[in-house]
C-alpha cells in the first residue's frame, strides 16, 4: 500500500522532498470522504490523532531549525500518517464486513468448503 503523502511531495532548493501543508492534509480530507461507514468512536480516535501530528508537524516546521532532532521528529511524524492510513484501510475492512448471525454462519460455512 503507497502511502498518499508520498504522492504530493516538493522539492526544496536542494532537490530535497518536503512535504507542504496541502500535502500533510490531503489524506485527512481523502479520509473523510471514505468514513461514511465507521463508527463513530473511530472517527474521532483517527482524527484527534492526525490533527495532533498536523499541529506537530508545523510546529516543529515554523522553527526553521537545521537539528538532528528536528529532522528525526518530522521524519517519526511521517512515520506516523503513514500508520494511520493503514489503520484507516483496516477500518474500512471492518466496516464493509457483514454484520449479524447469518454473516458469520456464512464465513464459518465457507471456511469449512
Not at 463513530?40 to 480516535?45: D, G, V
Request: charged letters at 25%.
Amino acid at each position: 500500500m503507497k502511502p498518499l503523502w508520498r504522492d504530493r511531495y516538493v522539492q526544496d532548493n536542494y532537490g530535497q522532498p518536503i512535504c507542504t501543508q496541502h500535502a500533510l492534509l490531503a489524506p485527512l480530507r481523502d479520509a473523510l470522504s471514505s468514513l461514511r461507514r465507521v463508527e463513530h468512536w473511530a472517527i474521532k480516535a483517527l482524527f484527534t490523532t492526525a490533527l495532533s501530528i498536523v499541529a506537530a508537524f508545523f510546529t516543529a516546521r515554523a522553527t526553521k531549525q537545521e537539528d538532528p532532532t528536528q529532522v528525526r521528529d518530522i521524519k517519526e511524524l511521517h512515520a506516523r500518517v503513514s500508520l494511520l492510513e493503514s489503520r484507516l484501510k483496516l477500518l474500512e475492512v471492518e466496516a464493509s464486513k457483514p454484520v449479524g448471525i447469518n454473516a458469520n454462519h456464512d464465513r464459518v460455512a465457507g471456511a469449512q468448503n
